[in-house]
């Protein structure tokens, strides 16, 4: 697999340190604290969470309630100098669910990603033994004692963890059934899942999170016993 150029690497590492401004708040931060809005042809918010879409963007931070505010208070509008409003049907509400529901799609291919890379190590037992992590997945409808062994896992190699996907999602994205925890070696696998995590800490995850009781039966390596 070729490598990428360093100029390439720099570049990018630039781009997502940059600094704007959040059209809610008035707030300025990098661009991985906050998302791009786009403008379809249509004058429809489109929520660009690659930052890929042409033309202008806006920004607002990773926060349910900041997008909630610059729909219900016409701040798209204002920001883009032309008509903007959300999808037909979509409230606020709902135009905030969207966002989150693609931000753990983003997630949940950071997580698919990494196992392709051949980054992840998978299941308690193995993160256990691993000289070094990155970054934790902790399934959010794992038992509660459970995921506080991977909490303390990544507590120890000073690693971000999340919480976000539930163990059918991470199981999915990793190609695996039953996966409830997997980390990540330190490296780019680690730093993209970062970044798409810390983006969905804003966000409530409409039951994503509901953590199984403790009793639930489960194997050494994270996967779900029976």
């Known amino acids: 697999m070729a490598r990428a150029n360093p100029k390439a690497r720099k570049r990018a590492a630039a781009e997502r340190t940059a600094e704007r401004t959040c059209i809610a708040t008035g707030e300025t931060a990098a661009q991985d604290a906050l998302i791009r809005f786009a403008l379809g042809p249509d ?27 610059a729909a219900e208070k016409g701040l798209f509008a204002r920001a883009f100098g032309a008509d903007a409003r959300l999808p037909e049907g979509v409230d ?8 989150a529901a693609g931000l753990r799609r983003r997630l949940a291919s950071a997580a698919g990603l990494a196992r392709r ?11 256990e ?3 070094s992590l ?13 995921r506080a062994a991977a909490e303390r896992i990544a507590a ?18 990793l190609g695996l059934d039953g996966v409830r925890f997997a980390g990540v070696k330190p490296g780019r696998s680690a730093a993209r899942a970062a970044c ?14 509901s953590p199984a009781p403790e009793a639930a039966p489960l194997a050494e390596d994270g996967r779900s016993g029976g």
Do not use: N, T, W
């Open 43 to 69: 004058g429809v918010i489109v929520p660009d969470l690659g930052r890929k879409l042409p033309g202008r963007g806006v920004y607002v931070r990773a926060r349910a309630d900041d997008i909630r505010r």
């Open 92 to 99: 606020s509400a709902a135009f905030v669910g969207d966002v």
């Open 117 to 127: 890379a051949g980054d992840i190590v998978v299941g308690i037992d193995a993160m």
């Open 129 to 131: 033994k691993a000289k």
């Open 134 to 146: 990155g970054f934790v997945f902790i399934a959010g409808d794992a038992a509660a004692r459970s």
């Open 156 to 173: 120890r190699h000073g690693a971000p963890a999340s919480q976000a996907l539930s163990a059918e999602r991470l199981a999915a994205a």
């Open 196 to 209: 798409e995590a810390a983006r969905l800490v804003g966000f409530d995850f409409d039951g994503e999170k």
